[in-house]
Every structure is written in structure tokens, then in C-alpha cells.
């Protein structure tokens, strides 16, 4: 299959190395209450290299995997080879969704449904979600705020993180800056990845993503739902079940599908 994809390269390939220590992030202790609640099978929308849906698989839930980008797939299936794993893995856009079965939770973490940065595209896979849903189902998503009113429209260059890469003993470094566009709510973006043998710069990357993502207020963001013809709409905060406030900069959304 041959499409455009964003996260290629040392973008794939390190993305372990930075989020390395993840077993007790709490949207995964959040999902697998989501899981527990709604029931199975689910779907990892976003899947990248398989941080949630091998350790659902692992636990024995019936999870199936789905991401736009071929070289995050191809890392998830050498890790669940390694442990033994034989997960249902989709090449797909959000968009244009289209598996052999249906849910009863679908999860899409990371914040990853705001890649979508083309309104009409964002309202597709709503549409998506809902028809590969089970009545009665649930679809589940983070919501974050990148910038808000007061904040500079535009970052330095920052150090995301510099690590030894396990596979090859070499240090790895990368380096992000970012614009923001408020009357748009989007943002754009620019990766520098760095490897560096014996403290010499031995091979860069960059990586150019405009725009690179949307973001949504409370309000816009269960409207999606309602406009995809989602019930018993929720917002709650962070990844926890409580009702979310005003102005908070990371939030869920909550919605089933009609009986």
C-alpha cells in the first residue's frame, strides 16, 4: 500500500527510545477501565509502536491495531513476534477507516486524532469511528491545548530528549520547535534529529510537518461527537472520570453510539 505518512525515519525508529518507561502513564490505566466498562473486542487507533496494544494483548483482551505510518507497524510486529504476540495490524488513515469487524471500544490516544488538520477530513473519520462501532459502544479521545491566549506564537528549538540508543550503543538527539496559528487553532512543526558517535554529529534528520496538527476547544471537541451522531456525550479531565473544567489543556471526550 502506498501512501503519504509523517512519521518516518528516526522519527519511527527512536520513538521508543524517548518513551521508554511507560507502564504506568495514566491514560493506560484509563483505556483498560474504558475496556473494562464497555467491553471487547477494541481498537488502538494510532496504535505507532505498539504501546497499548501489546500490553492489552498481553492481559488477553481482543485488540486490534491501526496506523497510517508502515514503519511504526513494522516496529509493533517485530515486538510482538518477540514476545509472542500475533496482533491485527491495519495500514490506514483515520479517514478512511475501513476494517473487517466492530468494536465495542474504540481508544484513540496520543492526542492523534488532531493530526487530522483538514475539517472536513476530522468530520470523515468521526464517521468512520461511529459506523465501526457496536451499538451502545464507546469511542474514547484525548484532547490537548498546545497554546493558549498570553502564550508566545512560536517556540525556540528545545531539546526533546537525548539518549543512548540500546541497539547500537550511538546518542541520539531531537530537537523541536513549533508556531502556532490561534484564529486557525493549528500548529506547525520542525524536527532536528542529531546521531552522535564519540560526541561528533555523525548523521541528521529533519522533519517539517505544516500544519501539523488542530486543536479543538472543550466545547468544538464534543461537538464533533454530536455532529457524528454520538450519545451521552462526555468531557472529563485528563485521564480520569472526573467532569473536566474550564480552560483545562488536556481533556477526554466520551461518546456511545446508539442502541
Not at 493530526?115 to 464507546?138: C, K, W, Y
Not at 474514547?140 to 498546545?146: D, I, N, T
Amino acid at each position: 500500500m502506498t501512501m503519504d505518512y509523517e512519521y518516518r525515519g528516526l522519527l519511527a525508529s527512536t520513538w521508543d527510545v524517548w518513551r521508554d518507561d511507560t507502564a504506568n502513564w495514566s491514560d493506560r490505566h484509563l483505556f483498560l477501565e474504558v475496556i473494562r466498562r464497555y467491553g471487547e473486542p477494541a481498537l488502538d487507533v494510532g496504535c505507532a509502536t505498539g504501546r497499548l496494544i501489546l500490553d492489552f494483548l498481553e492481559q488477553g483482551i481482543d485488540c486490534d491495531g491501526v496506523d497510517v505510518s508502515p514503519e511504526m507497524l513494522a516496529i509493533t510486529r517485530a515486538k510482538a513476534a518477540a514476545r509472542g504476540l500475533r496482533p491485527n495490524l491495519y495500514q490506514q488513515r483515520m479517514e478512511a477507516l475501513d476494517l473487517p469487524r466492530a468494536y465495542r471500544t474504540i481508544l484513540v490516544p496520543s492526542s492523534t486524532f488532531q493530526l487530522i488538520t483538514d475539517a472536513n477530513a476530522a468530520q470523515e473519520a468521526m464517521r468512520r469511528f461511529s459506523n465501526h462501532l457496536l451499538p451502545g459502544g464507546v469511542l474514547v479521545m484525548p484532547f490537548f491545548l498546545p497554546w493558549q491566549p498570553g502564550q508566545p506564537l512560536e517556540t525556540d528549538w528545545l531539546l526533546v530528549f537525548e539518549r543512548v540508543r540500546a541497539s547500537d550503543g550511538l546518542t541520539v538527539r531531537r530537537w523541536s520547535y513549533e508556531r502556532y496559528e490561534p484564529e486557525l487553532q493549528l500548529w506547525h512543526s520542525k524536527d532536528r534529529f542529531e546521531v552522535v558517535r564519540e560526541g561528533e554529529v555523525i548523521d541528521v534528520e529533519n522533519h517539517e510537518r505544516s500544519p501539523a496538527g488542530r486543536w479543538y476547544s472543550q466545547a468544538q471537541a464534543a461537538a464533533l461527537f454530536e455532529q457524528a451522531d454520538f450519545v451521552n456525550i462526555r468531557v472529563t479531565s485528563e485521564f480520569s472520570d472526573a467532569p473536566a473544567t474550564e480552560g483545562e489543556a488536556l481533556f477526554c471526550v466520551w461518546g456511545e453510539k446508539r442502541l
